[in-house]
């Protein structure tokens, strides 16, 4: 089972870091502190009453604990045999020549022929699912026409004013 990972940057990696030990050194205290107690030297009986309701209670913790586990542990199973039935989704989609491409969109040869055209297009469906029109939005050159390049004999400017153009005087053209 494949995980996704994403590189961080060093500073991430260094302050994570930074609070997973300063997590485990607070867990580890607060556990010295609560079992110190029980094992530490003092005088009278080792194990008194409150001893055994301590390690009742830690016992019904680490009962929690190894359910817990269980759980995640049969999830993480499930998961996994669920994720390699479904497989086969994730596969690519196989590759299908024009032949099959129009007989399943029941495609003409002059509209196959316009969808493997350049540009932007728009394509039209029917209540089946077919391809009723395409409009293409890329209009091709008539090679017959002569091409003109030179810039335009009047080109029509529009100039909006800005602050900038404060107390100063339009400028006409003519």
């Known amino acids: 089972m494949k995980i996704i990972t994403t590189r ?29 107690p029980l094992i530490g030297p003092h005088e009278g009986a080792r194990f008194s009453g409150p001893a055994f ?24 199973r499930y998961q996994q045999r669920k994720s390699k039935s479904f497989a086969q989704r994730r596969m690519p ?13 029941k495609l003409t040869r002059e509209r196959l022929h316009k969808l493997r055209s350049p540009g ?15 409009v293409s939005h890329f209009f091709t050159i008539d090679p017959r026409q002569p091409l003109s390049l030179h810039p ?3 080109p029509k400017v529009v100039r909006r004013p800005t602050d900038d153009d404060e107390g100063k005087e339009p400028v006409n053209r003519a």
Not at 9 to 36: E, N
Not at 120 to 134: E, F, K, Q, R, W
């Open 152 to 154: 335009l004999e009047n």
């Open 120 to 134: 932007s297009m728009t394509i039209h469906n029917d209540h089946d699912g077919d391809i009723s029109h395409v």
């Open 53 to 76: 309701d301590a390690l009742g209670t830690l016992q019904v913790y680490l009962w929690v604990a190894v359910f817990n586990a269980l759980v995640l542990i049969g999830w993480a």
């Open 8 to 36: 961080q940057r060093p500073v991430l990696i260094v302050v994570d870091t930074l609070f997973t030990v300063l997590a485990w050194a607070g867990f580890l205290y607060l556990l010295f502190l609560g079992i110190w």
């Open 93 to 105: 989609a196989p590759v299908i020549d024009d032949q099959a491409l129009s007989k399943s969109f």
